[in-house]
């Protein structure tokens, strides 16, 4: 289990505990943001986006330890403040059991790097009392939010898989966890920064997919499923390989596969991969 589950899990996985979801925490996580001058709104938290570009410009200058100087200082606040990581749909569901209240609300992703307008772009999952906030100054979260029930969204995590998205639980001040993000490459801010420059906003999740090359058919469903380059095609073989090193878990590529040659195994599992986050 990764360092959160360690820390804030209570024996389990931290991102199913209760506790990381509690009323008291979006309280203490405010006084947090305060007291460090941050800005408290998540769509200015920035996914990344306020160091991209120094990381590009260090990059391109071939100053790679300058680059990881910055990764490195961005990231030692984000895994404080917010950052995210990739969950399962079967996590998705189990947690919309335990958080409340549930709602939909703009996706800050992809309105910058798409544009979409506000009223088409309720792609985003927002939870916890934050929403309440939402709900009554809309000018705070532009487009304001729609509140679900459990079961509502556990539809809308269902379809979000079958159309080929990533779930994400996503920290708003350690370890409070305050919104469920549904994401693709490139559209999601996060999985673009990580895939393009291994800036680690996002984590990898618990699980690894294992394929048995036996049951393959090699129909490559589960190749344009995978938004981490992990899956693959192998021309010689005819079936389909997957890097587990690369992979983050989502789970994508196993809900296609028509033949269940592929599986979800415990990262822990693979001492190789157990601390490959
Ligand atoms: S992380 Fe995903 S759902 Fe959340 S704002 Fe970004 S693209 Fe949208
Ligand atoms: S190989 Fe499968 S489980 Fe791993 S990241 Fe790609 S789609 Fe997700
Ligand atoms: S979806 Fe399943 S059967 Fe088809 S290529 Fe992928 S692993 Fe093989």
């Not at 983050?248 to 601390?275: K, Y």
Request: glycine share 8%; with cysteine.
């Amino acid at each position: 289990m990764c360092r959160f589950c360690e820390e804030y899990g209570d024996g389990g996985k931290w991102y199913l505990n209760p506790a990381n979801y509690a009323r008291r925490l979006y309280k203490i996580r405010k006084e947090g943001d305060e007291a460090l001058g941050a800005d408290a709104d998540p769509q200015a938290a920035g996914m990344g986006g306020a160091v991209i570009n120094d990381i590009i410009r260090a990059r391109a200058a071939g100053k790679r330890d300058e680059e990881e100087q910055i990764k490195k200082d961005a990231l030692d606040a984000a895994y404080q403040r917010h950052f995210a990581q990739v969950v399962t749909l079967e996590e998705t569901k189990q947690i919309f059991d335990i958080a409340y209240p549930i709602a939909r609300m703009t996706c800050v992703c992809r309105r910058a790097s798409v544009a979409l307008p506000d009223e088409q772009n309720f792609t985003c999952i927002g939870i916890g009392p934050g929403m309440y906030k939402w709900e009554r100054w809309p000018e705070t979260y532009r487009g304001g939010v729609e509140f679900m029930t459990p079961a509502e969204a556990k539809r809308w995590a269902d379809a979000a898989d079958e159309a080929g998205l990533v779930h994400t639980v996503d920290v708003f001040g350690l370890p409070y966890i305050g919104g469920m993000c549904q994401c693709e490459y490139p559209g999601c801010v996060a999985i673009r920064n990580r895939v393009d420059y291994d800036f680690k906003f996002i984590l990898k999740g618990e699980y690894v997919a294992e394929l048995d090359p036996e049951k393959c058919i090699g129909c490559k469903k589960c190749i344009p499923r995978c938004h981490f380059r992990a899956a693959y095609f192998k021309v010689y073989a005819e079936k389909a390989g997957i890097d587990m090193m690369r992979c983050f878990g989502c789970g994508l590529c196993a809900s296609v596969c028509p033949t269940n040659a592929i599986t979800l195994v415990e990262r822990s599992s693979f001492p190789a991969l157990a601390d490959n986050w």
